[in-house]
């Protein structure tokens, strides 16, 4: 039986990450830049007493950084270093020890600190454009790259090197067409995307993208409108035209690449589904083998892909959908994007992999679980952990029955019942 519990608050994935070595920035505020006439100089030992240091997971930015400044193999290299100290502090303690032991240390912040990448803390708008014209520390000269997501909201933005900037860039560009009208709070989050944290893993031997599947259908709906005064008012419509994207951020991958990757990944078990990222791309892939159901049962290979062109999905170890390549349609053909992302250097990237058994409780944030056949015992059943959870809460009776629970009903699409007001 699975168990959902309801919370209120932002929920932790339960999946399982595999990482690489973390990397070290700088992550400052502006108003130190600005009292030093935005020319700052700034130990690592400065920084790290000061807080101005941060930990990073390893990203796609990052990969393209060691890349451009010759930097190979950092992770082999980084744990070599650890292992070395590890080694050293186990022996007798004396001066040569603790000089080499020093010496390793200054080899791993080569390594890991990324001085061509760093970000800032806006302290307010002036400081903004100032900081966006460009500044220095240690000497480098940074230029604005992008604001991610949750950077955004709490005001800080991604510098690169002004050295590294040009090229940066143009890789995540990625040869789109740049004549093709977006939204800019839009492209500005896909270009983010180069900054999640993930691992790189082997090019698929190739990748399909098609057209999201798409149903239409006539349905009643509860339509919620707040054009009126007043509080928002709920009217059912019969019979409306809903239209149901069945394939929304995922995609398949056959069996064969999931080992593949799961042993990249060093899993002990083949991965029933991974988040990824590539060029412009982001979403779930599933371990589904489509070309055993295209012999079996489509008893077809030919698909069209998402410009409508005839493909053997023979040829294809991902299907990839409209809805996870956010800017399919700024590309020519699949040929187009696949090629322009390999000539800028993307990887393919996992930032979550899902767990080798599935846990029997789940909790939920704003989902709707209207999926479920629940009769009324079958909904005791489900909410009766979150209910005793929030009756040991003490919160007011009252609060608990005209607030609380009929939100909990909502979301799983069942009205307030009489025995509900009884509890």
């Known amino acids: 039986m699975l168990i959902i519990k309801y919370f209120n608050e932002n929920e932790v994935l339960y999946i399982s990450k595999q990482l690489s070595c973390q990397k070290y920035i700088f992550k400052i505020h502006s108003s130190r830049l600005r009292k030093e006439q935005w020319n700052l100089t700034l130990s690592l030992e400065e920084a790290r007493k ?45 001066i040569q020890n603790n000089r080499t032991i020093k010496n390793f240390y200054k080899e791993l912040d080569k390594l890991q600190f990324k001085p061509d990448y760093l970000c800032l803390i806006i302290d307010n708008t002036q400081d903004y454009y100032k900081a966006s014209r460009g500044f220095y520390i240690n000497g480098i000269k940074y230029k604005r790259l992008l604001g991610t997501n949750s950077g955004i909201k709490s005001s800080t933005i991604v510098f690169i090197s002004e050295r590294l900037e040009k090229e940066i860039k143009q890789k995540i560009e990625n040869g789109r067409n740049p004549d093709k009208k977006l939204v800019t709070a839009k492209l500005e989050a896909y270009k983010a995307l180069t900054c999640s944290a993930s691992v790189p893993v082997s090019l698929p031997n190739g990748i ?44 398949l991958m056959l069996p064969s690449l999931a080992a593949r990757w799961s042993k990249e990944l060093e899993l002990d ?155």
């Open 50 to 94: 000061n807080d101005e240091i941060i930990s990073l997971a390893d990203n796609q930015i990052l990969r393209w950084i060691d890349s451009l400044n010759g930097i190979t193999d950092t992770d082999s290299k980084a744990n070599k270093i650890k292992s070395n100290i590890r080694k050293l502090r186990k022996t007798q303690n004396s």
């Open 269 to 423: 078990y083949i991965v029933s589904g991974v988040n990824t990222r590539f060029s412009f791309e982001k979403g779930m892939l599933f371990t589904f083998d489509f070309i055993d159901f295209a012999e079996k049962i489509a008893k077809q290979f030919i698909v069209k892909d998402a410009w409508d062109h005839e493909v053997d999905i023979r040829n294809t170890e991902i299907i990839l959908t409209t809805s996870m390549v956010k800017l399919w349609d700024s590309y020519e053909s699949c040929a187009d994007y696949i090629n322009n992302s390999v000539k800028n250097g993307y990887t393919f990237g996992i930032t979550k992999t899902c767990p080798k058994a599935l846990e029997s409780e789940r909790n939920l944030n704003y989902q709707f679980i209207q999926s479920y056949d629940l009769d009324d015992n079958d909904i005791d059943t489900l909410i009766s952990p979150t209910i005793n959870e929030m009756k040991q809460s003490q919160l007011p009776q009252a609060l608990f029955i005209t607030q609380l629970l009929p939100i909990l009903l909502f979301q799983v699409d069942i009205p307030l019942r009489k025995q509900d007001r009884q509890i």
């Open 208 to 251: 399909l993208i098609v057209k999201d599947a798409e149903t239409e259908f006539l349905s009643d709906v509860i339509y919620v409108t707040d054009e009126e005064d007043g509080e928002p008012k709920m009217k059912t419509q019969k019979q409306q035209s809903v239209r149901l994207n069945a394939s929304d951020g995922y995609g």
